[in-house]
C-alpha cells in the first residue's frame, strides 16, 4: 500500500466521529436512492411489462371506418401481421384487441361492462396470465363449449354488481363493427378472482365468440396490439411503421360483359357537386355507347373479391358519362362516388393488383389522379393524448368514408398511466439532488474542519519535501474511501430496506392495488443503475473535496508550521 | 580543491518582511551568513529576533523577500515550489519545537516517511535504514508506537532519526530543546553533537536558552532581525 493510500486511510479513522456522521448521512441518502430507484423500476416493470400489456400493449395498429374510433376493424388481419412482424424489431406478441363497451343487464341490476375477446387457453398462458385468470368457480373447459351461448368468464365484484352467479345470463346491447345495434345473452361458465380495481371492468369471452358478437368474419379483427421486448422503444418504433405505411389509389377490378379490362374507381366526393344517389357511377364515353347506357340507367357488374370464392354482383346508377380524353384514366374506368365506393370497397375489399400492373402507371400519368380516393388514408402520429383525443373526434367528420390507420403507442393511449413512472423518476431525481447536497455541504464542512486542524501537518509533510499534489491526493483519497464506504453500506442499507418493506402484505382495494403485485410491493434492482448511482456520487463526492484539498495544498509550509489550532 | 571553499550555505543581504496590517514587520533586515559542511551552529537571540524567519529561509520552507540563498550551489530564490520542495526533500532535514511527528503512523512509520517520500529505496532498504536510524536514538524497542505513547524526549529522538534518515546535507532544529526538561534537552543535544562528530553532518539550531550554548561550536547572535557578531 501506498504512502498516500495508507495516510489517507488512516486519516480516515482520526476524527471518528465527524466521518462518521458524514458517511451516515451519505450511506442514508444512498440508501433511499437505491431504494427509490428499485420502487421506480419495480413500478415500471407493472406499468409496461403486465398493466399495459394486458389493457393496449405498448403499441397498437387500428383500422377506422366511419369515425367509428370506438370499434376499429381490420379487414385483412393477416396482411396487417405480415407488414408488423416484417417491420417491427423485438416483437413479443401480437394480440388482438377485440373489445367492446356496452350496457349489461344481469338479475334485476344493470352495469356497464367491456367485453375482451382473449383466448384464455392454460397450456398457452404465462404464468402471470395464469395468475391472473384464477377461478374461484366454474370450469376453464366451459369457456371454449361451443354449445354454451358466449361462454363468459366474470370476476366476483362484477357478478355482484350485476346482481349474477354461475351459469346465469346476462343480456346485452352492442354495436356491431358495421354500426349496427345487436342484443345477445352471454353465459356466466366462470367466476373470476377479483385481482386489482380495474379488473372488475372487463367480462372475458373466447375470441371466436367474440368476433361474431363484433360483426367480424374469420380473417377481420378489432385491431393489432403489440407487445415489445423493449417497451420504451415503442415511439420509435410506431414512428418507423408509420413512415412504411403508403395507401394507394383505390382499385376493384371488375367484370362487365364484352368490355375488358374495366375498374372501378373512388370519385371524391368534395370535389364535385353532392350527389345523394345511391352507387352513384360516372362512365366513360366509349362505355357508355358500347353497351348503349345513358345518363339515369342502371348497369350491372360483377367483382372478385379477396376472401370469397364467388364474385359480387353491384348495380350502379350511371349519373354521368365523361369524356376521357381529358382525365386520360385507364380504359374502362368507371368511377364512383366515395361512400357508396368505400362501402363495397371494405366489405368485400378487392384482390391485390400487383404493382407491376401497367394500370399504376398509366393513373400517375392522370391530370385526374386528386380526384381519385385512396384504398385507406394514415393519420398522423399524435404526440400526446389530447391530440390523439382530438384526432379521434375529428374522425367523425370525415365524410367520404375512407378508413384511416393509426399507429399508436401506450404514451399516447396510456399517457396517465406511464406518466406516474415520470413522477416516480422525479421522485428519484430529489433523491439525487438531496443526496448531491448533503455531499456538497457535509463535505466542504469536514474537510474544512479537518484541513484547520491538520494545518500544522500538512506543514510539517510539505517542510519534510511532500509535494503538493500529494497533500492534495491525499486529502481526495480520503473523501473517495469515505464516499466508497459509505455508498456501499448505503446499498447494502439500501437492500435490506426493499428485503423488508417488500416482504410486507398489502391489503386494498383502491386504485394503488394495481401497483402492487401479489399484494406485495414490487421492487427491481438494477444492478447497473446501483453501479451508476455509486459511481455517481463517489465522483460527485470526489470533485466537491477537490476544492478544499487544492487549497490546503497550496497554503505556505511557514505559514502552515506557524499555525496553532 | 574548489569543493572545500564552496560553503554549504550562503546567505547575502537577505531581507524578508511580513505584511501586518497596514505596517510591515521587518523580521530580518540584510543578513549575510555562510555556513560551512560540518558545522554545528547556534543561532541565539531573544524572542521576536528573526530566529525563526532566518531557519525558514535557509531551510526553503519560505522565500527571502530581498537578497541572496544559495544553498549547497544552487541559488534558490529563482527555484519553482516543486524544484524547492525536492531540494528540501533530498538535502535538508528539520527539527522542530513542537516535535512535529505524523500522529497516525507510528515510530518507524514516520521515519519511513521521507524515504518514501523519495521512491528510490526498496521497501526492505527503507525499512533497514530507517531502523538503523531508530536505533541510533536509542528507540528500537518503541518503534511499532504511536507518537502519542511516546515522552516529548522521546518524540524529538523520533524527529530526529526522521530528519537523518535521508542523510541530508544540513540539519535544521528551531529551537529544539524549548519543550522539552533540561536533562533531556541536555540528552537531545549531546545526540545531536555525536552525529555531528560521527557522520560529519551540518546541524543548524536556534535557541534562546544560553545552556544550550555549551554545545556549539559556533555561535551566531541576532538582534531585531541583524546579525550581530
Ligand atoms: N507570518 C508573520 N506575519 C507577521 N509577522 C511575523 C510573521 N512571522 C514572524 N513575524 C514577526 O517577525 C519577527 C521575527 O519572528 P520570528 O518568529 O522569526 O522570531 P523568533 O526569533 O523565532 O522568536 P521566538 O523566539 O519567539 O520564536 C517577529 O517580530 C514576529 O512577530
Ligand atoms: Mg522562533
Redesign the interface.
Known sequence: MGLITRLSLRNLFRQKRRNLFLGAAIAFGMSILIVANAFSHGISDTLFNKMIVFIAGHMEVDVIENGRFRTPVMRDRAAYVSLITSNISGLIEIKDNLSTTCRGIGKGKSDLMVIVGVDINMNKLSEDERNYFSLIGGSYEAYHDRSVVNPIFITEGKAKSLGVTLNDQIRIRLQTVYGQSQTAMLTVVGLLKSKNAYMDFAVYLNPTDMKALMGLRPQETGALQLVLKKPKSAIEQANHLHDILTSNIAVIPSNIAGISPNWVMCLKQKHHASNTTLNAAWIPLDMAQTLHLTTGNVMSLTHAARFERSPIEWTLNVVKIYDNRTYKLPTGTILVLDQSFYKEYYANIPPIIPSSDLLWATLKQSPFKANLGNDFDILPRSSTTKEFTKRMKDLNNEKSGVAYIDVRTMYETASAVVKMEGVLNMVTMIAVLVLFFIILIGVINTLRMTIRERTREIGTTRAIGMQRRDVLMTFVLETFFLSVFSTLSGVIVGLLIIAGLGAITIQTDSFFSILLVDKHLHFVVNPITVIMNLILIVTIAVITAYFPARRAARISAAEALRHFE | MAISTTPLIHLSSVTKEYPLGNTTVHALRGVDLTVSKGDFMSIVGPSGSGKTTLL?II?C??QATSGSVVIDGQEITTMN??QI??L???KIG?I?Q?F?L????NVI?NVE??L???KTFSKTEVRSRAERLIEAVGLSEHSQHRPAELSGGQRQRVAIA?ALVTQPAIILADEPTANLDSETGNQILELMRDLNQKEHTTFIFSTHDHNVLAYAKKIVKIKDGLITE
Not at chain 2, 505524523?102 to 503512523?105: D, F, G, Y
Open positions: 525558514n531551510g520552507i519560505d515550489d516543486k520542495t525536492d528540501r526533500l533530498y528539520f522542530f513542537t512535529n505524523i500522529p497516525v503512523l512509520e516517511f521521507p518514501l517520500l523519495m526522521r
